[in-house]
């Protein structure tokens, strides 16, 4: 079982940054795939980054390449999203997920431990 705690979400003017955090419960965080996924009530999940088990490969959604980057400490069992340049739009709850496995995906039914989330707001 593996459990997941986002922190560092908060309210934050246009163009100014914040820096998610998402520590992960258990002594197996080297062999997780970890990702981020953002949501607005009622809509569905959006992914915006991920990262491979060692750290070395990532990929994130168009709307953030520049402005985000995901990394992770595997010494300390967490995962970043660092986000810059932040627009009105990236306002959302934010959400860590894991999988077991080397395979990195976009599709968030591929991920089985959730995080409770975490909300950021981007005034304008």
């Known amino acids: 079982q593996v459990q997941l705690v986002e922190s560092g979400g908060g309210l934050v003017q246009a163009g100014g940054s914040l820096r998610l955090s998402c520590a992960a419960s258990g002594r197996t965080f080297s062999g997780l795939t970890m990702a981020w996924f953002r949501q607005t009530p009622g809509k569905e999940r959006e992914f915006v980054a991920v990262?491979?088990?060692?750290?070395?490969?990532?990929s994130d959604t168009d709307s953030v390449e520049g402005r985000f980057t995901i990394s992770r400490d595997n010494a300390k069992n967490t995962v970043y999203l660092q986000m810059d340049s932040l627009k009105p739009e990236d306002s959302d709850i934010y959400y860590c997920a894991a999988r077991f496995g080397a395979s990195y995906y976009r599709d968030d039914v591929k991920y089985t431990y959730w995080g409770q989330g975490t909300q950021v707001t981007v005034s304008s």
């Open positions: 990262i491979s088990v060692s750290g070395g490969s990532t």
